[in-house]
Structures are given as structure tokens and as C-alpha cells.
């Protein structure tokens, strides 16, 4: 394959959907600085940085089961929940914090699994199955903190040391090297590892899979259950960042991490996609959210543009595939 | 000047372009009032890009263009349609769900809001017994066999008053033999009736059976047109693949006189299989013969493990297993190639490699890291080995031809050391030299000591590669030939027998 080749398929596979999302970085970056009050300011930057963590790790979650051509619909409420359930097991079961933050990825692998053996043994659709998990964790973990507000301890506190740790430590946004470390990790797996191949594989062709002697429902339940644990990380990370979590909140949440795959070049019918794309879709979601604010808009708007950006990564999505189609009736 | 049968449609230097291809080169085809005109090519040869220009789907061409002796332009299926040109497409667009007279006028169901389901109904019944089919307007298509819903969208492209030409692409690609000989028969009604036909198979003798003139395209070029009954099947397959196929003699591979049982299966039952039982030899091509609809490919989801059976054994090398998935099947060594290689075979959207090497990444990685270095170089040495077209190992397989799609399937299997392998229809939709290829691939197993079964459609393919055959009809196993006394007629009335 020469280099015209070359790049001519990758424009055609999700190449061009990430290069459109690096430009529209830069375009709303550009934007913002023009536009918005104090948004070129090291303030800003940090605080763009801060609400790309708990996005970013939903965002590493989705990918993987997105690719595996399912989708989840329950991250968002995962992860507020399992933090929820944290802060009781830290506030009001008097467990030591490094504990609490156990309970917490505890949490979210459980969740993970049961929407695992929903999609994988019992066969459900991922939307209804995830759907259904996103009201149960709103509501169990809700009752499990009897409607009472959970808070994390302060940075000056005693327990403090874990924001440092995960959140900023004398400044320094300590999240992002996490986030960093996180998605390396979740690179190497989803690139190296049989794990990874099988994902890809199950969400081009799961039957043919089945065939090729693979038990693809095992491996899914795999997958949701690597989601799970990056839910874990961002209801982390989410406390960290927040300090109070409420009951009954966290739903939406999950579109971000749909938005940000799919503005990566994920593609939602399976077996196309890329972290590296995702982490893009991620860092142009938090300049959004952050930049609209510098505006001085009201929070709302954030919603009516994200909803927009959406659209417009599905369109593409929809479009490229039609293109592929087209392409292979030649 | 002598009488020329008259011009209906006529396409003078076509050409047409595709990003970084030229897919038409000065294509010219002509069809005659109340003609079928064969159209044959390898996969690739531009049959279906010209299909295309002439029913308006590709609206962007060079070249002259002429229907009923007017210069046309067509901007769109209806367009075409409106004008006179109906096409069946290779795979039926219809609607499963809906009963038959609701697939025939779809889109037509009324002129004002309201629609009434016993109006269509007539309107189809009618249709249908001009047709002579045998289906009810309230059937649901689902419900219908292929070759039956074939006929429905027959009768829907000629439910349009306007019908002038007929295009059909490889109509008998899922027919049994003797429902492409009902086929034949319509077609030769409608031409009776002054229809012109335009008629895509890969299959040589129904061509030579049914058309009046074939047209022979190769690499996007128009290459010559012949009266069929002036000419022989080996000419146009010269024309086709540009070189002389030859024919090896009919014998058996060579298997050993006492050569150990592989593969004994017994009393296998399904709600499709009715009491089955075979033996598979080491060393030998077992084929499968009967019409579609038979039962074989179920027969192989038993033992392959993917359908659950209702009772039976098998055994593998002279030992009972339990095969409950195709994991088990693997373990004993027993490799299936599914029919729709699309839907169970290959993962379109990944490339040659992902695919080759699916099957065997266990194999080739360590703790769970894939080894690409191996992966790579296990892929090549089987792009190499059975020849793939490809650009290299990244190529999207749904870029592929069909025949070099079916290489892939049939490396993913070979690099997985199996010693049986089902074939199931491993030349549908294949051209002629890529069939050959394939042909010469199963044979050269064989002598690497594979045992293999195939299942076939194509009678010709069965008596040629098979040292023995298996014939089943509606489930069952209603004969068994050895190759020396084995033929098509006596195949055929094995597989029709009730």
C-alpha cells in the first residue's frame, strides 16, 4: 500500500473524524479566547483540565463498550452513586478514607459485572440493560445514604491527603496525571492485549466470532466489567473534585462520555474507534462546558451547544459509514 | 440492409470513475427487444457498475446513453424505473414482515391516504396467478422460501406497467436447481411477451440454457458479445478470466483403501435434521448434495455446536464428545466456513489481519500481549500461500473481492491447524478463476492429510471435487454415491425424493 493509499483510508476510517475534532479544539479554543473573560489564564486552563477527569474516565469506559459495539447508559449515576456510597462507608460507617475510596471502585466493578451478565448471560440489549442499571443505582445507592448529602473530607483536613493525591496538590492538578497514567493503561489493553482484538472483533462481527469458537458473551461481560472499574476512577475522581455528592443526581452524566467517544471518531454501530480520538472528544466537551462559562452564559446553553455537538459527531458518524458502504459495492 | 432486431436499450462508451479507479472503460452494451441478454465477468469485471448506470443509482458517467432510441440521463432508480427499467437485486429488498401483496406494492398502496389491505390483496392475487406462483397474498415474506420470494420480487419489478427491461443479478445464486428451473421458465414467458432481460449469473450452463446473446466483460472493459448458441461454455470462460482453465480429470484424492474413521456422527435430530448419520474419512471430500432447504447446513450447526441438538453422537477420531459450542469443535479439530461469509465468516469493517488471525490469538501472544510481529508475519505467509489480492495486511476486508474475502475465511481456518474442515457453499458468489484457486486449495489439504466435507449447491462442483456424496432431501439423508457411480441426474433424484 503506498502513502496516497495509505492516507486515503485513514481519512476514511475515523482519521477524519479525529483530525475535524483537533481542528474544532483549536477553533473553540481560539474562540473562547477572544470571546470569553479571562478564559487565556493559567485559572482557566486548570479548571478546563479539572472537568475533563471524571469525563475523561467515563469517556475510557465507553469506548471500550462502545467499540464492543454495546453501549452504557448507567456511568453517569455508577459513578455519583459508588461515590455516594463511599462518603456513607467514610461519614457514617467511620471507615478510614483509603477504605472508603476501596468501596467506592468496589461499587462500580459490581455494577459493571451485573450489566456485564445482563448483555452477556442473559442476552438484554445494552440500551434497555444499562438503562435499567441507571435508575437502580440512582435509586439503591440513594437509599443506602438515606437521602442524606455526602461530603468528602476538605483539603486542609486530616483526610485531606487523598484530594492531593488524586485532585491538586499546591496548585498542580495532580487529576491529569492520573488521567494520563489511566489511558495508557487503558491504550495498552485495548491495543495489545487479546482482550482488546476480541472488543474490536465483537463489535464488527459478533456472530462471526461466535463462530471462530471465541465465547464472545464472557468477553463482554469482560468489558463491562473494565467500564465499571474506570466508573470507579471518575466517582473517584468525582469526589475529589466536588466534595459533596447529593443523592439522586449523576444521570446525563454518561452523555458526556457517548458525546466525547463519538466526537473521537468512535463509531456507535461497533468495531471502529480509538482512545487517543476519544480523549480529544473529551477535552472538547470540558472547553466547552468551561469556555460558555467564561461567557457568562447561563449553564443551560452548555446543555442546548453539547446537545448540538453531539448531533453533529453522530451526523458524521452516520455519514462515514454510509461512505464505507458505498465504497464496497465497487 | 438486413432487419436488425431492434435497439431497446443502448450504451455506447461508458465510462466511469471512481476515486483513484477506473471502473468503466469504454463499455458498450446493447439489449434487443424481447432478448436475455447474459452479462458475465469475474467479481470486479464492472458488471454491477454497469447495472448501475443503466438503472440511474450512478448518475455521474461519460458516454451515450440510449433507451427506446432517446438520449437519456437517468437522475435516480425512479427515474429509470418510470421509464421502463426494473431490477431484481441479488439480495432481495424486502420486507419480512409484511405479507406478500404488501412487499408488491410498497410504496403503491394507494393514491389518496387511506389504504385497504383487501384491495392489495386482489390486485395481487391476480399478479400472482399470471405468474403462476404459488403463494398466498397474505403470507408473510418471511414465511416464504427463497426461491418463492424471489418470484414475488419478479412479479413486483413486472407489476409496473411501464416494464420494458427486466435486469436480474445472479437471480439463481440461492435457488435450488429446481426452483431455477422454474425461473427459467418465467423468464421465458416474458420474453414471449417481448420483456427484454438482462441476466447476471456466474453460473456458465444456465446461461447457455437460457440467454440469446452474453456479453463478457473483464477489469472494467467491455470485451466481446456472442450469440450463445454459436459459441461454447469454454470460450466465454477464455473471454472471462483471459486464459484457459484446465479441467483435471475426475478422480478420487487418493484416499487410503483402510483409512482410519475422523468423523462418525449418528442419529443426529434437530427440528430440521431428521435422523442423520455419516462417516468422514481420513483423506477424503466428503460432499454434501440437495437443494437448498435440505437440511445440510443444520447438519453441520449440530456438529459445529452452534444449534443445540435434540439428541444424537459424535464422534470425533473414534472418541464420544460433547460439542456444546464451537470452542469444543475447535478443540477436536473441526473448522466450519459458513455459507454467508459476511455474516458469519468475516468482520467487514476489520482488515485482512484482524481477521486471519482472530481465531488463533491465544496462539500468538503471551500473558495475554498480543505479539504483533508474529500476528504480522503469520499473515503474510498466508497472503502469500493462497494468494490474496490485497494492498497489505491493513486492507479492509470489505474492500475485498468475494473470492479473495473467501481466501481470508478459508486462512483464518488454516492457521488454526484443524483436521476437518466444513466448506459450506465455498464458491457462492465467487468468480470463475478465484473458484479454481479454491478448488486446487481444498484438493492440496486433502494431500496435507485434512479430512473435508463440502456442502454444495452447484451439482457440477459436488461430482467434481467429492470422493463420495451424501444426498439429503427435507432433512434427511435419502442417499450415498461413490464418485464412480456418482452424476448429476442421479444426485438430483436423490435430493428431490420426498
Redesign the interface.
Same mark, same amino acid.
Given at each position: 500500500m503506498n502513502k496516497g493509499e495509505r492516507v486515503n483510508q485513514f481519512m476514511k476510517g475515523e482519521g477524519l473524524q479525529k483530525l475535524i475534532a483537533v481542528l474544532a479544539l483549536i477553533i473553540l479554543y481560539m474562540f473562547f479566547s477572544f470571546f470569553g473573560k479571562y478564559f487565556l489564564t493559567v485559572d482557566t486552563f486548570i479548571s478546563i483540565l479539572d472537568s475533563s477527569y471524571y469525563i475523561g474516565f467515563l469517556s475510557i469506559g465507553a469506548t471500550f463498550v462502545i467499540i464492543a459495539g454495546g453501549i452504557d447508559l448507567s456511568s453517569g449515576t455508577v459513578m455519583v452513586g459508588s461515590a455516594l456510597i463511599g462518603g456513607v462507608a467514610y461519614n457514617v460507617w467511620g471507615l478510614p478514607i483509603a477504605l472508603s475510596l476501596g468501596i467506592v471502585m468496589l461499587s462500580a466493578l459490581i455494577f459493571g459485572a451485573i450489566n456485564g451478565l445482563l448483555v452477556g448471560k442473559i442476552g438484554l440489549p445494552p440500551f434497555i440493560a444499562t438503562l435499567g442499571i441507571q435508575f437502580i443505582s440512582l435509586g439503591y445507592c440513594s437509599v443506602i445514604a438515606k437521602v442524606q448529602t455526602q461530603t468528602y473530607p476538605s483539603l486542609i483536613s486530616k483526610d485531606g491527603w487523598f484530594k492531593q493525591f488524586v485532585y491538586k496538590n499546591e496548585g498542580f492538578p495532580m487529576g491529569i496525571i492520573w488521567l494520563i497514567l489511566f489511558f495508557i493503561i487503558a491504550w495498552v489493553i485495548l491495543n495489545k492485549t487479546v482482550l482488546g482484538r476480541y472488543t474490536y472483533a465483537i463489535g464488527s462481527n459478533e456472530e462471526a466470532v461466535e463462530l471462530t469458537g471465541i465465547k464472545s458473551n464472557n468477553w463482554k461481560i469482560l468489558v463491562y466489567i473494565v467500564n465499571g472499574f474506570f466508573c470507579g476512577l471518575a466517582g473517584i475522581i468525582y469526589a475529589a473534585t466536588y466534595s459533596t455528592i447529593t443523592p439522586q443526581t449523576g444521570n446525563g452524566q454518561e452523555m458526556y462520555a457517548i458525546a466525547a467517544c463519538v466526537i473521537g471518531g468512535t463509531s456507535l454501530s461497533g468495531g471502529i474507534g480509538s482512545l487517543s480520538g476519544t480523549i480529544l472528544g473529551v477535552f472538547v466537551i470540558s472547553v466547552l462546558k468551561t469556555g460558555l462559562l467564561s461567557m457568562g452564559l447561563p449553564v443551560q446553553w452548555q446543555q442546548v451547544l453539547i446537545g448540538v455537538v453531539v448531533i453533529l459527531a453522530v451526523l458524521m458518524d452516520v455519514i462515514r459509514m454510509k461512505n464505507l458502504k458505498r465504497f464496497s459495492l465497487t | 440492409m438486413e432487419q436488425k432486431k431492434k435497439n431497446i436499450l443502448e450504451m455506447r462508451d461508458i465510462n466511469k470513475y471512481?476515486?483513484?479507479?477506473h471502473?468503466l472503460d469504454n463499455c458498450c452494451f446493447t439489449l434487443q427487444k424481447g432478448e436475455i441478454h447474459a452479462l458475465v465477468g469475474e467479481n470486479g469485471a464492472g458488471k454491477?457498475?454497469l447495472v448501475k448506470i443503466m438503472t440511474g443509482v450512478y448518475t455521474d458517467y461519460d458516454g451515450e446513453y440510449l433507451f427506446c432510441g432517446n438520449k437519456v440521463h437517468f437522475q435516480g432508480i425512479k427515474e429509470a424505473q418510470q421509464a421502463g427499467i426494473s431490477v431484481v437485486h441479488q439480495e432481495l429488498n424486502m420486507m419480512n414482515d409484511l405479507t406478500v401483496a404488501q412487499n408488491i406494492f410498497i410504496g403503491r398502496e394507494s393514491k389518496g391516504f387511506f389504504c385497504s389491505d383487501k384491495k392489495l390483496n386482489e390486485k395481487a392475487q391476480k399478479l400472482i396467478s399470471d405468474f403462476d406462483i404459488k403463494v398466498k397474498p397474505t403470507e408473510l415474506l418471511k414465511n416464504l422460501s427463497v426461491g418463492k420470494a424471489q418470484m414475488v420480487e419478479i412479479a413486483r419489478a413486472m407489476s409496473f406497467e411501464s416494464t420494458k427491461v427486466l435486469i436480474l443479478d445472479e437471480p439463481t445464486a440461492a435457488l435450488s436447481e429446481s426452483e431455477s428451473h422454474d425461473l427459467f421458465e418465467k423468464m421465458e414467458n416474458l420474453r414471449k411477451k417481448g420483456i427484454s432481460i438482462v441476466f447476471i449469473s456466474h453460473r456458465l450452463g444456465e446461461i447457455m440454457k437460457i440467454a440469446d446473446r452474453v456479453t463478457v466483460m473483464r477489469d472494467g472493459a467491455y470485451i466481446d458479445t456472442l450469440k450463445v448458441c454459436e459459441c461454447k461454455i469454454e470460450e466465454i470462460i477464455c473471454l472471462m478470466i483471459g486464459r484457459e482453465i484446465i479441467e483435471e480429470p475426475k478422480q478420487r484424492s487418493g484416499v487410503k483403501e483402510n483409512a482410519p474413521t475422523v468423523l462418525e456422527v449418528t442419529n443426529l435430530k434437530s427440528s430440521k435434521v431428521k435422523d442423520v448419520s455419516f462417516i468422514l474419512n481420513k483423506g477424503e471430500i466428503l460432499g454434501f448434495a440437495g437443494l437448498v432447504g435440505s437440511g445440510r447446513t443444520e447438519v453441520m450447526r449440530l456438529i459445529?455446536g452452534?444449534d443445540k441438538k435434540e439428541s444424537g453422537e459424535i464422534f470425533v477420531n473414534g472418541v464420544k464428545r460433547q460439542i456444546n459450542?464451537? &470452542?469444543d469443535?475447535?478443540?477436536y479439530g473441526i473448522g466450519?466456513l459458513?455459507e454467508d461469509r459476511k455474516?458469519?465468516?468475516?468482520?467487514?469493517?476489520?482488515s485482512v489481519m484482524?481477521n486471519i488471525v482472530?481465531?488463533s490469538?491465544?496462539k500468538l501472544?503471551k500473558f495475554?500481549?498480543?505479539s504483533?510481529k508474529k500476528c504480522l508475519s503469520e499473515t503474510y505467509r498466508l497472503i502469500k500461500q493462497l494468494k490474496i489480492k490485497t494492498?497489505?495486511t491493513?486492507?479492509?476486508v470489505?474492500?475485498l473481492s468475494g473470492g479473495n474475502q473467501q481466501k481470508v475465511v478459508i486462512g &483464518?481456518w488454516l492457521l488454526q491447524d484443524m483436521d476437518i474442515l466444513i466448506f459450506d457453499e465455498p464458491t457462492r458468489g465467487i468468480d470463475v478463476g478465484a473458484r479454481e484457486e479454491i478448488y486446487i486449495m481444498i484438493k492440496k489439504l486433502i494431500n496435507q492429510g485434512n479430512s473435508i466435507i463440502v456442502i454444495s449447491s452447484d451439482l457440477t462442483e459436488i461430482v467434481r471435487l467429492s470422493d463420495r456424496v451424501m444426498v439429503m432431501s427435507e432433512g434427511k439423508i435419502t442417499g450415498e454415491l461413490d464418485i464412480s457411480e456418482a452424476n448429476q441426474e442421479k444426485i438430483m433424484t436423490l435430493a428431490t425424493q420426498g
Open positions: - | 471512481f476515486v483513484g479507479a471502473a454491477s457498475t459445529y452452534v459450542h464451537s &470452542k469443535a475447535i478443540k466450519y459458513s455474516r458469519f465468516g468475516l468482520m467487514l469493517g476489520l484482524d482472530l481465531p490469538y491465544t501472544s495475554g500481549f498480543v504483533k494492498f497489505d491493513n486492507q479492509i470489505k474492500k &483464518k
